[in-house]
């Protein structure tokens, strides 16, 4: 049935990998597009990245962070996702580059998969580093592994991979190979580290902005973003940016609006649901 | 002898101002049985009938009021129906002091105001509803073609209900996860309540009209496919865009779109926030930029969030703003402040990067610019400050540039709205109609309906071939 949740995997704490019946969206999403899903008639809008599409499902992965994606990560196979609207936002400009560097970090790898798996498909060469916490954050490096002509997955605490950041990684590969561009996508931190990192290094780098959204469809303008000092909409100007055009900071504030809220929110959740920690 | 009518309309209970701002429920309470009535007398019957020419769907209004002054309500409500699909909404938020009372003749005698004909509307649209189980609804024998709408706004749930009541089959596409456009996500709840837009939609839906909700066309359905598909569409996109004044401070947070702030409110309920999921922000003190509709329903809603003071900021001043006088004057009563002759220049921030503040500058008006209302002109050294930790710009909307970017072959004018024959609502593309404020720019809801009304009459001609522009 259309919106119903086919499968359910757990990915890391509190990450988990869906994949959700829709005809539609399966047959016209491409890589870089995203859905907004509802959950329930009090439930609001959020944004979420398509990480894969198969026959007449697509793929999602989510990170509990707030009440909605803590109701989404409790909710189980075959049940029904309230809404779900896409593809929405541009595709990523694929073409046949060369070399390829991808940076992923957090449930941003997701995003990336797709992307990974289209310019492969153009015969490009991928570089990819891949970064979390620890070793368990670091999800889909199997999918990745397979993928990428070089991999390196950097960890904060050393648990796997190299002990660092994902720029440490993206400076081992620069330097000994020639990157025609590359795509960062991750917690916006960290894309602004990688933007910074871009620049000095001369690179193109392309990021997937994930500023808060209402309608997604243009109609709010909540997801305004400074790029090269012009307004744009996150929604359906991107979501996909020249990183290093990107107001980082402004982007990062306006993340920040509704901390309070969300924190007010998700408490009122748990108050009727209990601990959340099992997740 | 003939009674001289009450000079002036009935009145309509209306919840009192400091009791209404401390909620979301409907201002106005509706007319009674027994105040219809009386106030249908006040409608002479005359012969010349000028209300109806100024109604943008030609409702035979004293067809319906001679109903109600009998007490045939029933009735009545099938007159408004046979011209009006949405009779509970138009008689809630039409500008009937510009459209059919301005011609009213009750209204032309010295001393006297028109019949109240928007409040005789809205009684007959909610007396049906609260008696009538099953409106009887007269659907021509089925056509055999079939239509797609874009857009379940006034001019779309308009069109879809006449070519439905023709015997079309009839499939509208909503990009939103409700049905009603402007009627869902911008009007608010007490200028217009939402169980009135679904029973309004239900209603539609009777008529065998399928709505698709979260179908965004060009995105989740091709373009080239609609084409295939259907015999004929209407795009009914609305102008869904918020404009920005684009000065410094603008993505400071606590700056919103009227845009923003209204959906919030009203299509996501956050007024019930945290029992809603979606929050916005309570401003203790707020300004609202701009003079229309928008800004009222602004300034009335961040008012019953609970803002302490809520100012309305206008370039012009009150002679030339463009807000219904029925909605200024409730915001008045409501203890919202206007500070006309007045311009934003900057927005000012603190270190956390939230608004605190609006600089702003004093306007005075010079001669008529092209909208025919005296230009306003900054005046050199006048610059003040407005404290405020909510800023809601509501200056206007463009073209919506969701779908159009799909659509490609649609000839589109310099401001980005759709070329239609303003008749017909024929665009440059062959079977493609359009109308609403996709075609007009920012209009009214009855005005978005007329043309979805008209474009229904010309589909329908096309499809039987009596008609064809291409």
Not at chain 2, 426 to 444: E, H, N, Q
Request: neutral net charge; hydrophobic residues 40%.
């Amino acid at each position: 049935m259309k919106n119903q949740i086919l499968r359910k995997t757990k990915l890391a704490p509190q990450v988990y990998d869906f994949v959700v019946e829709n005809p539609e969206i399966a047959k016209r999403a491409k890589p870089g597009q995203f859905i907004i899903v509802r959950i329930g008639e009090k439930g609001e809008r959020i944004p979420l990245t398509i990480a894969d599409i198969y026959e007449n499902s697509f793929r999602m992965v989510v990170r509990a962070v707030g009440k909605t994606t803590y109701q989404l990560c409790m909710m189980n196979e075959n049940d029904l996702l309230t809404d779900v609207v896409g593809p929405l936002g541009n595709p990523s400009e694929i073409e046949h580059f060369g070399n390829v560097m991808l940076v992923g970090g957090g449930v941003g790898i997701a995003t990336l998969l797709p992307i990974a798996k289209e310019l492969k498909r153009h015969q490009n060469k991928l570089f990819v580093v891949l970064g979390g916490r620890s070793k368990e954050y670091v999800i889909m490096l199997d999918e990745f592994q397979g993928l990428a002509d070089e991999l390196i997955v950097t960890t904060d605490d050393g648990s796997y991979g190299l002990k660092g950041v994902v720029t440490d990684g993206m400076d081992m590969l620069a330097n000994k190979i020639k990157i025609d561009v590359a795509w960062a996508v991750g917690p916006t931190v960290m894309m602004k580290f990688c933007a910074l990192k871009a620049k000095q290094l001369g690179l193109k780098l392309w990021v997937s902005l994930n500023p808060i959204m209402v309608d997604g469809t243009g109609m709010c303008g909540a997801c305004r973003v400074t790029i090269d000092g012009q307004m744009k909409f996150a929604c359906v100007d991107g979501p996909e940016f020249d990183g290093t055009k990107v107001d980082w900071e402004e982007l990062l504030i306006r993340l920040a609006q509704y901390r309070e809220e969300e924190q007010k929110s998700l408490k009122f959740f748990e108050e009727s649901v209990g601990d959340l920690s099992w997740l | 002898m003939a009674v001289r009518p009450n000079p002036k309309k009935t009145l309509m209970p209306e919840q009192e101002p400091q009791e209404r701002i401390k909620n979301f429920s409907e201002v106005a309470l509706g007319y009674t049985e027994e105040q219809a009535v009386i106030e249908s007398r006040r409608c002479l019957q005359c012969p010349a009938h000028p209300c109806v020419s100024g109604c943008p769907v030609g409702i035979d209004i004293p067809g319906f009021i001679r109903e109600v002054k009998e007490g045939r309500f029933d009735k009545a409500a099938r007159i408004l129906k046979l011209y009006n699909n949405l009779p509970a909404v138009c008689g809630r938020v039409c500008p009937q002091e510009v459209q059919c009372e301005e011609k009213c003749v009750v209204g032309k005698i010295p001393g006297s105001e028109p019949v109240a004909i928007g409040r005789l509307e809205r009684f007959v649209a909610d007396w049906e509803a609260a008696n009538v189980r099953d409106p009887r609804v007269e659907i021509a024998p089925s056509k055999g073609g079939k239509i797609a709408v874009v857009g379940s706004g006034p001019a779309g749930l308009t069109a879809a209900a006449d070519l439905a009541k023709m015997g079309y089959s009839v499939d509208v596409f909503e990009t939103l996860h409700k049905s009603g456009g402007v009627l869902v996500y911008g009007i608010p709840e007490f200028r217009l309540p939402k169980a009135i837009v679904e029973r309004e939609v239900k209603y539609i839906e009777s008529l065998s009209v399928r709505i698709h909700l979260n179908t965004p066309i060009g995105k989740a359905i091709s373009v080239d496919e609609l084409l295939q598909e259907y015999d004929a569409i209407f795009l009914g996109i609305g102008a869904g865009t918020p404009k920005f004044m684009k000065i410094e401070g603008t993505n400071l947070n606590g700056v919103y779109s009227a845009n923003e702030f209204l959906t919030r409110v009203n299509l996501m309920k956050a007024y019930l926030f945290p029992s809603y999921d979606t929050p916005v922000k309570k401003g203790s003190q707020v300004v609202v930029v701009g003079g229309g509709n928008v800004a009222m329903d602004a300034a009335r809603s961040a008012l019953r969030l609970g803002a302490k003071q809520v100012k309305v900021i206008y370039r012009r001043t009150e002679q030339e703003m463009p807000a219904r006088r029925e909605e200024y004057l409730h915001a008045v009563e409501e203890g919202i402040q206007f500070m006309w002759l007045t311009q934003p220049i900057k927005y000012i921030g603190d270190e956390k990067g939230r608004v605190v503040g609006a600089e702003c500058i004093s306007m005075e008006l010079g001669e008529p610019d092209e909208s025919g209302r005296r230009k306003p002109i900054p005046i050199e050294d006048s610059r003040f400050i407005v404290e405020a930790d909510m800023i809601i710009e509501a200056i206007g909307t463009d073209a919506n540039r969701f779908l159009l970017s799909e659509f490609k072959g649609l000839s589109l004018n310099k401001y980005g709205y759709i070329i239609a024959d303003s008749e017909t609502g024929a665009t440059k593309l062959r079977k493609v109609f359009a109308g609403g404020d996709i075609v007009t720019g920012a209009a009214t809801v009855i005005e978005a309906m007329g043309a979805g009304k008209r474009a229904a009459y010309w589909i329908d001609k096309f499809l039987s071939g009596e008609y064809n522009p291409w």
